[in-house]
Structure formats: C-alpha cells, structure tokens
C-alpha cells in the first residue's frame, strides 16, 4: 500500500517542538566550572596547540571525523525543481537525519545562495577544515560535474554528490543481480537510458566499470537518441553517441535486454515492454510516477524483472541504500577521498548481501513471509541492519586497497562489533512492530472515542493500515469533531453505547457478563447497567470476538480500565498475577521494565511470574531478552527479606527457563557496567552483554525507574503493556500524545496476533 502522507501532517511534523529534525548534543561533560574550563578556556587551549603541532590530531580531539556537510543550492530538489536554497533546507536537514539513523553520522546542512560554480566551490573548499567529508546534493546539471570534479582535485576529504552516484551505485548492483537472476551477460546486453541528466550518466559509467559495453548503450535526452551527428552535445553525453541514424524510443526498445528510466512517469507503455527481448529487465526509477507502473510492466510481461524508485513495489532502488554507509566507511578509514574502487566496492557488496538469507526482522518489516534473492527481490531492503556492516566494511576495504585510507583498520572484527553499536536501535523496535502490526491489521475498539487525540490516532492507523478503528461514543459528537478538524474517518464504525441502537447489544452483553460475575458481586441489573459504560462495552466487543483488542485509559483513572478488563477479559491460563510493562526507547536501544504499574510487593512466586511474562513478550519482538533482577544488593551481599525474595525467584526461573540469559539479585549500576562486573563478579550471566530487561522488586521502584528515565533520561516510554491477560486491553498514560497512542495501538495488534 502507498505511503499516505497529508499536507497538515507534514507541515505538523516539521513544526512541533523545536521546529526542524535536527540539533546540536554536546558528548562531554558540561555540569560543573571545572567542565567548562576543560571544555573552553584554559583547557581547550591545549588540544588547540596539539593540533597545531600535528593537524591530524584534529581528528582525535574534534568532531571532524564523523560530520558531514550536505551542502546544496536548491537548484534541482527532489521533483521540485529549482526551489532555491531557502526552500531547500527541509530536504537537507532530512538527508542529515538520515545519516543520523542509519549510519552514526553527524551532519551540518549547509544552503548556499549562489548558482555561479567559482563561488560555490570557494565556499566549499573554505569549509574543509570543519568536515571529515562532504555530500554535494540537490544541484542541477551540468553545473553539479563540474562542482564536484572540482572540488575532489582540490579537497582531501571524501566528496559525493548523492544525486549523480547514489542511483547509480544501487541501480549498479540491482542490475548486477537482475542480469545474475536472467541468465544473461552484461557485456552482451542492449541497455536503453531514458534520461541524460547527472544521474543517467553517472549510472551508465557505473555499468560500463561492471561490464557493460558502451556500443550496446542508447541514451536519449529530451531531444532524442544521442547520436554523433547532433551538434548540441556537452563532453558528458558525448561520450555515449551512437554512430547511427536517430529512432525513438518505441523503436529502441524493440530487443532491449534493459531499459533504464531516469527521466518523467508514464513514457513506456506496455507494448514498449512487450517488444523487448526475453526476460527482460526494465528500472523504471523516475519519482514519484515512473515511466512504467509496476503493475503494467508486469502484466505486459510476466518474465520481467522490475525495478522501481517507490516504497510500495519490490525492488526498490532506495539512495539510502548507499550514502549513509559509504560515507561511513571512508570516513572510518579517513579516506582522502571517495574513488572509483570504494563506489564498485559497495556495489558489489549490496549485490551480495541480497544473495544471502534475509533476517525475520526484515521480512516482518516489509509484510513478506520470505523474502528470498530473486525476480522480486534483487537488492537489500533500506531497513536491513545488515547493510551498516556489510557495506561500510567493503568500502573502507576498499579505501585502504587502492591506497586512499590514512588510518587503516587493523581489527575488521573489532570494527565491526562497533559498527552493530552505532545501530538506531531505539527505534527499530518501534519500525518491527509497525511493520508486524500492517501484515494482519486487526479491529481495535477506542473506549474514548470523543476525545481529538484518539480521533487523530484512529486516523493514522487506518491511514497507515495499522488496524481497523472501531469509535466508541456519541455519533453526532464525534462527527461534529471530524468536520471540525478536518479529519479523514470516513467509514469507520461508530459505537453509541447510550443509544437506543444498542440496546438489544447492551442486553446480550450484560447478560454474558452476569454469567460471568454472578456470584462475584454483581446481580442482572447491575450487570447490564454496566454496559452503558464505554469501557465495559468495549471489553464486552474484545471478549466475544466482535473486536480484537481495547485501547482505553486516556480519560479516566488507571484501575477504572484494569478492573472490567480483569472482571470480563480475564487472565491467561496458567497465570496467576497480570503485570505491566513499559518499553523504553534510549539511545543505547530499548529497555523493558517490568513491574511498573501493577503490584505492589510482589512475592517470589510473582516475580517469576512477572520475568517469564515480560521474557515471552519480548521474544515475540523478535528480541533475546537479557534479564536482570534488581535489587539494592549483589549475588546475595544482602541477607535481608527483600534481596533474598529476587535471589530466590532468579534461582527459580533459571530453573524453569534454562534456556534465558538472567542473573541477580544485582544493582541497576552494576547490571550495565561490564568493567565491574568481570573484575568483581565474572560469574555472572551479564558479564558479556548488557540487559534489556529490567524486573524490579517492587511497584515503586519500577515506577519511579521509568519516570526518571522518560523526563529525566530523555527516553521514550511506550507503554503500558499489560501482561498476562486472555486478550489485548491497553491503557493509556495520562497525557499521552499521538504518536504514543498509535505506538499502543500497534502493539496491540501484535499481540491480537499473537494470541489469535
């Protein structure tokens, strides 16, 4: 399904909070006066006067060797044109993010208001000594050969402009693979590039170093085929002249193995694709219409093997397949450059890595059972966390082979343990779950449908086919709010508990609910009353079927969801406590903390209870869960009730789970500091790798944990899960925002999925 993206929700995005997707974080301490003496005068003098002694030491007391300028002139953005540099910066501040996530770069995004070439490369060749390397992006042709010939003779740091290379590195190993899948060779194959600009050419060197052949190659600009006899040529297209009459383009295609559209949408028809040679390769790449749908494509010629530039089709050619590694790479090896060597290095990197096993994660993420190397499956996919190592390693290979890298990589095994560290992992959580969420959305019932934030909420999950919204409320109320904001719920099914259209549903339910409770404090009026409340009512529709799960809570207090949730819903067989548990999202990747919002003083047999719950949820994330119990105690340093309850229940649940990595009863500071674990407890299941989940002795604890770390630590809480109940039932926080409320309801699709 095509990515739904309003214009209120775009320009939403962009302004709430700090405006913009980007800041500055400092990495040193900043607390005290001595801190600021260190970090500005005196104390920066010193690594001032180091780095005038030896200016590569600028490199091991600055922030040079990881950040990157994208610098542009707003001259060619996206499908927008020249926009100029002002209007550009949104573009540039998301390139930089994209660094961020996928590779651990830092950016700077720099405008510049000038389209003259001199004044473009002076200012960028003035900004060498503050960037480990810079990435051209966004500037017209010819002008960006120029500019970027220039300043890679005149510069020592890696240069790319990402318009021109970036396509041509993954559409390089795309076809690599795409001639592998076909049976065919490379230097044999007629190859037709619709298309003269920056890219096209850049693609077209990239096929020739690979194998293709020049002769075998027909480009065509806006005026035609490239032919020697036209006389409007510049030295960049030149070079792919055919020495023939000109024919269009229908003609051309007739026998093409490849065709290769970087040019505008819906150009080639499906006769055109008819008329080419056996199993024929078509990369229709122009966004965000290319010049053939995929549909048409394949249904003009089933053999085919498709390539397009959109999310919503396989074979995605995807620049962020590319730069963020890349960069990475010569970065790490401090390449003087980014040549020929390092670019066929991460083309036939990405080519390989598509040949291998693809990872659940990544299957979950793109709604697929399996994705296997294939017609449909001829490059990675941008969130395979493979890519990182995989490609970021060829290139620095790559870098120091062909002798450019002035600090080589001694230990690949070493570097590439940090590569997995620098990871987005925070967030890949969240990406999994969504993505599991859109393989089977289910019907999630709103208790609190009159209230904007759940409207919102409701809208982007449907949007997003996340789950089917089903309104719990007044229907003229929660009407009226739609018109008002101008929200999209058009069909959605809405609920009145209080009118009289469900008065034969409130009758049945409350009877279903009285043979539940009868003899636990409720008689038949009591029964049915209770299924005026939208709650109740709510619980009623999960607990028969008619929905799969309940997100509740943002209106009213706590236990007033637990308990028709516990009263109708029930726990899981074979479960004696329901706990609850918050996933943290922290820069160093998610934390569970489990019990945050439950019990109280949980005996021992509750908390292992508690850890084998929360052990199965994250398991089912697809995540090996590292426990640690804590307490404020080491491995049995205290003999007191309290420590000696955790030491007890970790004895138990290894007992029970031989199979889980967990240790205590240990100290929150202990658990994640490996120096001090090996030096004083090196028995221990942590001593290797840090926990990701966290049990807590008591209530307080783990509630107090996870406040602190949301307001203080900055990370993310996403939550509560309540665990153990026979069906999905979410509460949601005080407070909780849009973005939290879509993440509860994802989760709770999952588990619908999981328990259905």
């Known amino acids: 399904m095509a990515q ?10 962009h302004e709430k909070g700090r405006p913009g997707k980007i800041e500055v974080v400092p990495t040193k301490e900043t607390k005290t006066q001595r801190d600021l003496a260190l970090a500005y005068s005196p104390g920066v003098a010193e690594p001032c006067l180091e780095i005038a002694a030896n200016p590569d030491d600028v490199y091991r007391y600055t922030a040079k060797g990881n950040l990157v300028a994208v610098i542009s002139n707003g001259t060619a953005v996206l499908g927008l044109g020249d926009i100029g540099p002002l209007a550009s910066k949104p573009v540039m501040e998301g390139k930089g993010l994209l660094f961020k996530i996928y590779a651990d770069i830092d950016v700077f995004d720099i405008e510049l208001n000038t389209k003259n070439i001199d004044e ?98 027909f480009m065509y600009d806006s005026k035609g085929l490239i032919v020697q006899s036209r006389t409007d040529l510049d030295e960049h297209k030149i070079q792919f ?68 530039g959109r999310s919503d089709y396989p074979n995605q050619v995807n620049n962020v397949l590319g730069f963020p590694y890349i960069f990475r790479g010569a970065l790490d090896v401090r390449a003087g450059s980014i040549n020929e060597a390092m670019k066929l290095a991460a083309v036939k990197a990405l080519a390989a890595l598509a ?70 992992s925070d967030d890949m959580i969240m990406r999994y779950i969504v993505n599991k969420a859109k393989q089977s959305p289910k019907k999630v019932v709103f208790a609190e449908a009159e209230n904007i934030k759940i409207l919102k909420a409701a809208q982007i999950a449907r949007d997003e086919g996340i789950a089917i919204p089903i309104l719990l409320g007044s229907k003229e109320k929660i009407m009226s709010m739609v018109a008002e904001n101008n929200l999209h719920l058009d069909g959605v099914e809405i609920i009145d508990p209080l009118s009289d259209d469900t008065e034969n549903k409130r009758c049945e339910y409350g009877e279903a609910f009285f ?64 706990a609850g548990m918050y996933i943290m999202l922290t820069k160093k990747g998610p934390l569970f903390f489990a019990d945050t ?63 889980l990595v967990i240790d205590g009863e240990v100290q929150a500071g202990v658990a994640f500091n490996k120096e001090l674990l090996k030096e ?66 994802a989760l709770s699709v999952v588990e619908a999925q999981v328990k259905g």
């Open 120 to 217: 473009f490369v002076q200012v960028v060749k003035a900004l060498e000594p503050t960037f480990g390397g810079i990435n051209l992006e966004d500037i017209k042709a010819p002008e960006c050969f120029e500019i970027e010939t220039r300043l890679k003779k005149e510069l020592s740091i890696p240069i790319m402009h990402d318009d021109q290379h970036g396509t041509a590195i993954i559409s390089g190993a795309a076809l690599l693979n795409a001639i592998d899948i076909v049976g065919k060779k490379l230097a044999d194959v007629k190859i037709v590039i619709s298309g003269a600009g920056a890219s096209a050419i850049s693609c077209c060197k990239i096929y020739i170093a690979l194998g293709a052949s020049v002769k075998n190659m």
């Open 680 to 745: 004083n407890y090196p028995f221990s299941d942590l001593v290797n790798e840090s926990p990701n989940v966290l049990i807590f002795p008591n209530l307080a604890a783990g509630n107090i944990a996870y406040h602190l770390l949301q307001e203080v630590g900055g990370a993310e809480a996403v939550g509560p899960i309540l665990l153990g109940l026979q069906k999905p039932v979410y509460v949601l926080q005080l407070g909780s925002t849009v973005r939290q409320i879509v993440n509860i309801i």
């Open 597 to 659: 919002t439950l019990n109280f003083n949980p005996t021992e047999e509750e908390l292992v209870d508690i850890t084998l719950l929360t052990a199965n949820v994250v398991n089912n994330f697809n995540i090996k869960p590292r426990i640690a119990m804590l307490s404020y105690s080491n491995f049995g340093s205290s003999i007191s009730p309290e420590a000696t309850t955790v030491r007890n229940a970790v004895a138990r649940v290894k007992q029970l789970r031989p199979d």
């Open 355 to 424: 040949k291998e096993p693809v990872p659940d994660i990544v299957n979950v993420a793109y709604n697929d059972v399996s994705l296997n190397y294939g017609p449909t499956y001829i490059i990675p996919k941008p969130m395979d966390p493979r890519l990182l190592v995989h490609v970021s390693t060829a290139v620095a290979k790559a870098a120091m082979d062909s002798g450019v890298a002035r600090k080589p990589i001694t230990d690949w095994n070493a570097y590439e343990s940090e590569l997995y560290k620098r990871l987005g």
């Open 241 to 308: 002249a055919q020495d023939m009459a000109p024919v269009d383009l229908h003609e051309a295609m007739v026998g093409a193995d490849v065709f290769i559209g970087l040019s505008k949408g819906n150009i080639v028809s499906q006769d055109m694709v008819k008329s080419m040679a056996a199993k024929p390769i078509v990369f229709a790449l122009a966004n965000p219409n290319p010049e053939i749908t995929y549909d048409d494509a394949i249904a003009a010629r089933p053999d085919v093997v498709m390539a397009t």
């Open 515 to 578: 043979e539940k409770r009868q003899r636990r404090g409720y008689n038949l009026y009591e029964a049915k009353k209770a299924m005026r409340d939208r709650t109740y009512y709510g619980c009623m529709m999960v607990n028969s079927g008619e929905a799969d799960a309940l997100v509740s809570g943002l209106t009213r207090k706590y236990p007033d969801t637990i308990r028709p949730a516990l009263e109708i819903i029930g726990i899981q067989d074979g479960v004696k406590r329901v």
């Open 4 to 13: 739904l993206i309003r214009k209120e929700d775009a320009l939403e995005y």
